[in-house]
């Protein structure tokens, strides 16, 4: 049968390539999965890092639940690319990347609330304080907020309000997921695999932060959200991270 190109006609379509990502960093026998997978809700999916493709989902993305409905994307949506400064001139302006700022804005819209999860200085202890935004400037990655009147630092989660900001696991489908159809359009579709469990190649996860206290944090809400998604397995059932040892 004849294949068509790019034009809908007979012939050979332009070279797409595709990177495998492999987040495994032991045995892959010894991984858990959820049984029977879970959907994953292409409207609220994106990648922003996945230049090119958005709209695959790769490998070691972090997975959370939406509470209105029960299917899963992405649990963080970027991450502060500098120390925000809630005693600075720009208390009431956040930036963040053109990527991160495009995500927000097609996911929540131009207002909204977001999280932003982090400390308030270097390995300090975790918080998650509520931001809310009036707008977005997806050019240079500003928004506009109401004065959160703390600091956070370098790398903390912009996470969403929905739910799926709880992570209950990591993607794991070697070349991604797609969650759009051939013409673009957002589309719903099942997520087989779940990683609720493994040895785990840490520098692997999308947005893995460097900060030791949002990396713990990270870790720790990975494992604790097992027994409030009341998963459990007959052996393992937990995260291992292979920078640890």
Same mark, same amino acid.
Do not use: C
């Given at each position: 049968?004849?294949?068509?190109?790019?034009?809908?006609?007979p012939?050979?379509?332009?070279t797409?390539?595709?990177?495998?990502?492999?987040?495994l960093a032991g045995?892959?026998?010894k991984?858990?999965?959820?049984?029977?997978?879970?959907?994953?809700a292409?409207?609220?999916?994106r990648?922003?890092?996945?230049?090119g493709d958005?709209?695959v989902l790769?490998?070691?993305?972090?997975?959370g639940?939406i509470t209105s409905?029960?299917?899963?994307?992405?649990?963080?949506?970027?991450?502060?690319?500098?120390a925000?400064?809630?005693? =600075?001139?720009?208390? /009431?302006?956040?930036?963040? *990347?053109?990527?991160?700022a495009?995500?927000? &804005?097609?996911?929540? !819209? %131009?207002?909204?609330?977001?999280?932003?999860?982090?400390?308030?200085?270097?390995?300090?202890i975790i918080?998650?304080?509520?931001?809310?935004f009036?707008?977005v400037?997806?050019?240079?990655?500003?928004?506009?907020i109401?004065?959160i009147?703390?600091?956070k630092?370098? =790398?903390s989660f912009? /996470?969403?309000?929905?739910? *799926?900001?709880?992570p209950?696991?990591l993607? &794991?489908e070697?070349? !991604? %997921?797609?969650?759009?159809?051939?013409?673009?359009?957002?589309?719903?579709v099942?997520?087989?695999?779940?990683?609720?469990?493994?040895?785990?190649?840490?520098?692997q996860?999308?947005n893995a932060?460097?900060?030791v206290?949002l990396?713990?944090?990270?870790?720790?809400?990975?494992?604790?959200r097992?027994?409030a998604?009341?998963?459990?397995f007959a052996v393992?059932?937990?995260f291992?991270?292979?920078?640890?040892y």
């Amino acid at each position: 049968m004849a294949q068509q190109n790019g034009n809908g006609l007979p012939g050979i379509g332009t070279t797409r390539t595709a990177t495998p990502r492999h987040i495994l960093a032991g045995d892959a026998a010894k991984a858990e999965y959820v049984p029977g997978g879970r959907m994953i809700a292409g409207a609220s999916s994106r990648d922003p890092l996945n230049t090119g493709d958005l709209d695959v989902l790769r490998a070691g993305m972090v997975m959370g639940k939406i509470t209105s409905g029960g299917k899963y994307a992405p649990s963080i949506l970027g991450v502060l690319p500098s120390a925000h400064d809630s005693d =600075g001139t720009t208390k /009431t302006t956040l930036t963040v *990347s053109p990527a991160t700022a495009v995500e927000i &804005n097609r996911r929540i !819209g %131009v207002s909204g609330t977001f999280n932003l999860v982090g400390p308030p200085d270097a390995g300090g202890i975790i918080a998650s304080t509520t931001v809310t935004f009036s707008a977005v400037n997806v050019t240079t990655g500003v928004l506009t907020i109401s004065d959160i009147a703390v600091d956070k630092v370098a =790398g903390s989660f912009i /996470t969403p309000t929905d739910g *799926s900001e709880v992570p209950l696991g990591l993607l &794991n489908e070697t070349y !991604g %997921v797609k969650v759009t159809d051939r013409d673009a359009v957002a589309i719903d579709v099942q997520m087989p695999r779940l990683l609720v469990g493994g040895m785990i190649d840490t520098t692997q996860i999308i947005n893995a932060p460097t900060d030791v206290s949002l990396l713990r944090w990270l870790k720790s809400s990975l494992n604790a959200r097992l027994a409030a998604a009341q998963i459990t397995f007959a052996v393992g059932g937990a995260f291992l991270f292979d920078d640890t040892y």
